[in-house]
Each structure stands twice: as C-alpha cells, then as structure tokens.
C-alpha cells in the first residue's frame, strides 16, 4: 500500500508528534515537521529521527492569510496528502483549510464540543465536569468544529489540578492520535455530513 506523505504542525513541546514517530505507523510517512516557532522542541525530536523540518515565523505577517499562504509555498514540494496538527497553536485561515479540504485533522484536549479552543482543561475544571477527554477530528473552517474521528474519556477526580488533569489527557492522546491516524491513512474510514464511519 502506498503511504501517505504527512506534515506535523506542532508549536510546542511535540510529545504527541513523539507518539505518532513511536507508533511507527505502517501508511504513513512523516515527510516534514512544520512549526510557528522556531524553539519549539518537536523540532528537535524531528532532527533526532532525520525528518526534515521546516519553520515559519508568524510574526511580520500582516494577516493570517498571508501567512499561510507562505506555509502552502513552502510545503508544496512536499507532495502532502495529509496534514496532521499535533498542537499547532494557530487557528488556520481558509485560505488554508481550502487549500488541504478534508485532509487536516487535529487533537484537542476535551470531548468537543465542549470546551473548544485554548486552555481545554481549564475549562473543564472551572466548569465542574466529571468527565472530559480527547477527540480526533478532521479540520473545517471552525475552531474545532469538524468531524469527529475518534473520542476518548478522562476521569476528573477531586484530587485534580490543572497540571494533573494535563498529564492524564496527554497520556490518553497519545494512545488515540496513532489509532486515528491509522485509521484516516489506510483508508478505513469515510465522512458523511459530520459523521466519520467506518466503511463497510
Ligand atoms: C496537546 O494536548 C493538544 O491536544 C493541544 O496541545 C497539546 C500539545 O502537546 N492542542 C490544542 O490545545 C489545540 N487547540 P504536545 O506538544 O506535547 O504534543
């Protein structure tokens, strides 16, 4: 089967994009790892394991389309046929989620549709739930609004704290990004309307 060739936008520390080098899935070649930031430290994990990298700063863009506009011309010699955000901490204008229709798909620290956006756990613990999560979904023009993969449950217990609600949803994500993604890459799954089924 032929692999399909990904970018990894991650602005930060990348541990998901360690978990989906780590899962060493069989359909999909990690062609490049793209950041916003040029500290951020997925870059280095990316260099240990020889993928190429490529850094953009957003600063000194006029607008967000300009700006990804930028990152389409850069990524074009990539051949992408899947673009996998793994905290990639901008909001993606049109100019590029049209540019990749229906091959973008994110992590996102919470059962969405609740609590979208930034600081998810936060969220979650001033809203007073028991129970939130992480879910896998395909990227539209919204802020986390897409189609929705994969779920997975966190228990919120007394004892927790931001930090500790954190490390439990990192723990989660990092077992469902891979199973996701291997489930979007050999072609298991289809979309229809908002909802991601299983083919028969
Ligand atoms: C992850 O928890 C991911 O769900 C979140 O950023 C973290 C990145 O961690 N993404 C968002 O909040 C997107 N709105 P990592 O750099 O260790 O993979």
Not at 46 to 61: F, L, M, Q, R, S
Not at 85 to 92: K, Q
Not at 132 to 139: A, K, P
Not at 154 to 175: C, F, M, Y
Request: net charge negative; charged share 25%.
């Amino acid at each position: 089967m032929n692999k399909m060739r990904v970018a990894v936008f991650a602005s930060g520390s990348g541990t998901n994009l360690q978990a989906i080098i780590d899962a060493q899935i069989q359909t999909i070649e990690i062609a490049v790892v793209f950041s916003n930031k040029s500290d951020a430290y997925a870059l280095e994990r990316a260099k240990t394991h020889n993928i190429p990298v490529e850094v953009i700063d957003h600063k000194g863009y006029e607008s967000r389309e300009d700006y990804d506009s930028e990152v389409i011309k850069v990524l074009e010699p990539y051949k992408l046929d899947l673009i996998i955000l793994a905290g990639y901490m901008r909001i993606l204008s049109p100019v590029f989620v049209r540019a990749y229709k229906g091959k973008i798909v994110n992590i996102h620290p919470a059962l969405l549709p609740c609590f979208p956006g930034i600081n998810s756990a936060r969220q979650a613990l001033e809203y007073g739930v028991k129970y939130t999560g992480v879910t896998v979904h395909f990227v539209d023009e919204g802020v986390d609004t897409g189609p929705i993969i994969l779920q997975s449950v966190v228990e919120i217990e007394d004892s927790d704290t931001e930090e500790t609600l954190l490390q439990k949803i990192h723990k989660v994500e990092h077992q469902i990004y891979p199973k996701a993604l291997e489930l979007v890459s050999s072609g298991q799954i289809e979309v229809k309307g908002r909802r991601v089924l299983k083919k028969s």
